[in-house]
């Protein structure tokens, strides 16, 4: 997901942690300062790509008197 920038989507946010793709390589890098850009993902010094690390998602129950929930009642309606 991207976030916007003054109306511009960002490919890289704050705190974000990219890794290499290279085995032999596998450096990491945090983002101190959010990019503008959203053409492509980061490249490492060695030349390969870098990509955010896998995380498992977090899988929640609605509540039953969510205002998500009761919108698509009314909807299906």
């Not at 997901?1 to 085995?23: F, K, T």
């Not at 596998?26 to 492509?40: A, D, H, L, T, W």
Request: with cysteine; proline share 6%.
């Amino acid at each position: 997901m991207l976030a916007l920038y003054n109306g511009r989507a960002m490919s890289m946010i704050e705190g974000q942690v990219y890794r290499c793709q290279n085995r032999d390589c596998g450096c990491e890098v945090r983002v101190i300062k959010p990019s503008i850009e959203s053409n492509s993902n980061p490249r490492c010094s060695c030349g390969a790509e870098m990509k955010k690390p896998y995380k498992t998602p977090v899988l929640r129950t609605l509540d039953p008197d969510s205002e998500i929930l009761a919108h698509f009642k009314t909807n299906q309606q």
